[in-house]
């Protein structure tokens, strides 16, 4: 190995190349890639579920028994939602890019870090078994008293894995908090952070004020299934509406877990590439802050047909109107960022402007189900699964895949092919609107979700929703190839191929073990691009031309 | 013990020692935070039974055994104390005195673990153990059951989360310190362990008056 390592630079990759050694690598660098690895692996199963529904769904009369396609749609939600959106961006770019983009050595707890990873595939070994043995079959959502009583799979090893699952939650988002409080370098104000760093740490917030409820939720859920006392069972003094209250006083805020990493993301992208500073700095961070504090106070919104008093649900209602103040904010300063910038159309703004506008889609609809009576039509129809799919999967997935090339350059010191990265852009965004577009026709004529069939006058409809899915497959196969093809034979990146501001940027690409050989000190803030002649000056004080 | 001093270097992350002390505790204040809110969940879910079902849980309340939990809280407040005694001693460089009142730490918490069981096994005997073990018994009915469950379940994570702090507190005495990593320069380990061990009894300033006070009179 030492041989191949001669003809690059000293890494963090090249360095000390063995299996140990990334196994017990304790640079935040490595451990992003390690995470890379798994949240990959559980994307592409709970892709294959969803290949699975997609295809029972084209024709009314289906593919899968009953049973079975109730297991797809679970290991669907369950792993989608907490092995891959939750953890996708901060635990990868997240724990990659925010102790570069502060001037920090490392995060503040490496072996936290690195146990977060080893805790996260724990549970996701947990999860497999409960796959493997039989899978379970009550929604992502483990509604009691179908979920304790009836349910014939294995629930309490799923659950077991989501409790797990949070562990991992909760020791990379403290490692974020304290590293944002702590590690950041001389000069690196708060109102100089970049608004990744604002969204990891926004998000963080989120994570370790909710998830600790969900876990408390999951294990009273372990003691009634295992054990068998009625803490959630009406006929022994249980209340399963409580359940519903607690699980989703997790589980609306961690939407915002899924789409805040991604809005910090696109901000990058936007700046980037129409090399205009961002519109509104402030409000931007504002805007963070607030979805990340009014998204305690919504959860109520999804159990306006579960018999909760009118006079909370007309206030949940009201209140959820409230989120579409600062996600308006955030896609208004977007727009206008974009205004007389020159804007470059490469992938990853091809990515982020297609956020932009799926990401705009999924908000008004989520007013539409916020409004109470409406709620009551299409309430578990799927225009909630449409509405909620543009949020994560047009927003938070976009994002994913932007940033991905983004970044591509400094986390391997190759560029990705350009034109195949546009075209797999480009398909993405037909084959998501093709995909579940319809969804929101289907949902509007009361299509509800989770039933395994549905009348004929809907097969059309749900032909083309199919049709879409196997674009987006392929779009979201693509960069697997051209990705994997450019670690071996892509082009060889500068420190900035982008010429981006952000301090990551001053490193080299690939950057060294811990980042830089003195602490970079900070001279002004983020996004000081000149629209003009594209020029820009990084955060350490530098200006460049820009080529 | 020897008295030994070693040269610690702070982490390639921090600047210096105190920079990586000062890092140490807000990291342990921020996992206080979602331990509060996990036992405040907890919390929060029993007293909306107890609201609903204020009889129920009256009658069952009576059969805990009010003199252990009493005795426990006395000993895991000055626990608390003891383990501030030997931060103190340790900031001040007294290592003799930081070593017993150490010792005096792990050793009240073991006590506190060792009357908890013994509680158990009454608790057992009494019957009141969820689907192991129980009587339903006279005006307890439908919810009585649900009482214990939260006893079982609140005070089970609090003695998990005390043998973990008394874990703790060993590995302080038989590793960090004899080691010598523990000195009037950097003593921010302990600080934390510290934290972490008054959390632990501040948990039981709550489940205390929840599980045994309430509705006594």
């Given at each position: 190995m030492t041989t191949i390592a001669?003809?690059?630079?000293?890494?963090y990759a090249t360095e000390e190349n063995t299996i140990v050694s990334w196994l017990f690598t304790k640079d935040h660098k490595r451990i992003a890639l390690l995470f890379f690895a798994s949240i990959t692996f559980f994307f592409f199963i709970g892709g294959f579920a969803a290949t699975m529904i997609r295809l029972h769904l084209a024709?009314?009369?289906?593919?899968?028994?009953p049973s079975v396609y109730n297991r797809m749609f679970t290991v669907h939600g369950v792993m989608m939602v907490?092995?891959?959106?939750?953890?996708?961006?901060p635990n990868t770019f997240g724990n990659f890019f925010l102790p570069m983009m502060i001037g920090?050595?490392?995060?503040?707890?490496p072996r936290v870090n690195l146990l977060s990873w080893y805790v996260f595939n724990l549970s996701g070994l947990v999860l497999l078994y409960a796959l493997v043995m039989g899978g379970i079959?009550?929604?992502?959502?483990?509604?009691?008293p179908y979920s304790t009583?009836?349910?014939?799979?294995y629930v309490f090893a799923a659950a077991l894995a989501v409790f797990i699952n949070g562990f991992s939650s909760i020791m990379t988002s403290l490692n974020f908090v304290v590293t944002t409080h702590r590690?950041?370098?001389?000069?690196?104000t708060w109102l100089r952070l970049p608004l990744f760093v604002w969204a990891m740490y926004s998000v963080s917030i989120v994570m370790l004020t909710a998830t600790p409820v969900l876990a408390m939720d999951m294990f009273l859920l372990c003691v009634e299934r295992f054990i068998?006392?009625?803490?959630?069972?009406p006929s022994r003094g249980g209340d399963p509406i409580l359940w519903q209250h607690m699980f989703w006083f997790y589980s609306h805020p961690a939407v915002y877990i899924m789409i805040l990493p991604a809005m910090g993301v696109v901000s990058e992208l936007i700046s980037c590439y129409a090399r205009r500073?961002?519109?509104?700095y402030l409000g931007m961070v504002m805007a963070l802050m607030a979805i990340a504090i009014i998204?305690?106070?919504?959860?109520a919104h999804h159990m306006?047909?579960?018999?909760?008093s009118i006079y909370s649900a007309v206030v949940f209602s009201l209140l959820s109107f409230f989120v579409a103040v600062p996600s308006a904010i955030k896609v208004f300063n977007w727009t206008v960022s974009l205004h007389k910038g020159s804007i470059v159309f490469d992938a990853p703004m091809l990515y982020a402007l297609g956020f932009v506008l799926l990401f705009t889609i999924g908000g008004l609809t989520g007013l539409i189900v916020a409004t109470l009576a409406v709620d009551v039509h299409v309430h578990d129809t799927y225009f909630v699964i449409a509405h909620f799919h543009y949020i994560m999967v047009g927003g938070t997935v976009s994002a994913f895949f932007g940033g991905l090339h983004y970044w591509w350059p400094k986390m391997t010191g190759r560029f990705y092919p350009e034109s195949w990265a546009r075209f797999a852009a480009t398909l993405t965004f037909v084959g998501f609107n093709l995909t579940f577009f319809p969804q929101f026709i289907l949902g509007y004529l009361g299509m509800p979700r989770r039933y395994y069939t549905y009348v004929p006058a809907w097969e059309s409809w749900n032909l083309l929703s199919s049709a879409g899915a196997s674009i987006l497959a392929v779009a979201y196969a693509l960069p697997l190839f051209y990705l994997g093809w450019s670690l071996l034979y892509g082009r060889r990146a500068g420190p900035n191929p982008w010429g981006a501001?952000?301090?990551?940027?001053?490193?080299?690409?690939?950057?060294?073990?811990?980042?830089?050989?003195l602490t970079p000190t900070v001279k002004l803030g983020p996004y000081?691009?000149?629209?003009?002649?594209?020029s820009y000056i990084t955060q350490d004080g530098v200006k460049h031309a820009y080529v | 013990m020897p008295m030994s001093s070693r040269t610690i270097s702070p982490e390639?992350?921090?600047?210096?020692l105190s920079q990586q002390g000062d890092t140490a505790q807000l990291g342990m204040w921020v996992f206080i935070t979602t331990e509060t809110l996990f036992f405040g969940t907890l919390i929060f879910t029993y007293y909306i039974y107890r609201i609903l079902y204020s009889h129920e849980f009256d009658v069952a309340a009576r059969d805990a055994v009010l003199w252990c939990g009493s005795a426990n809280i006395g000993i895991l407040i000055t626990s608390s104390l003891t383990m501030v005694l030997a931060i103190n001693a340790a900031a001040d460089g007294r290592r003799r005195a930081m070593i017993w009142w150490l010792i005096a730490t792990a050793a009240l918490g073991m006590c506190f673990l060792g009357i908890k069981g013994y509680e158990y096994n009454l608790d057992y005997n009494d019957k009141v153990?969820?689907?192991a073990n129980f009587e339903m018994k006279?005006?307890?009915?439908?919810?009585?059951?649900l009482f214990w469950v939260f006893y079982w379940v609140g005070t089970g994570l609090h003695a998990i989360h005390l043998t973990i702090g008394v874990g703790l507190v060993l590995y302080m005495l038989l590793w960090r310190i004899r080691r010598g990593e523990i000195t009037p320069d950097y003593y921010a380990p302990l600080e934390v362990v510290g934290l972490y061990w008054s959390f632990v009894d501040t948990v039981w300033l709550f489940l205390f008056p929840s599980i045994y006070l309430v509705g006594r009179s």
């Open positions: 001669i003809d690059l630079p000293r890494n024709t009314p009369g289906g593919l899968l028994q907490w092995f891959f959106l939750i953890p996708s961006i920090a050595h490392d995060l503040a707890f079959d009550t929604g992502w959502t483990f509604y009691p009583q009836y349910a014939s799979g590690l950041r370098a001389p000069g690196m068998g006392v009625g803490m959630f069972d500073p961002i519109f509104g998204s305690f106070f919504v959860w306006f047909v579960a018999g909760i501001t952000g301090l990551e940027w001053t490193t080299p690409s690939p950057p060294p073990t811990h980042n830089w050989e000081s691009y000149n629209p003009e002649d594209g | 390639i992350q921090y600047a210096d153990v969820p689907v006279p005006g307890e009915a439908p919810a009585g059951e």
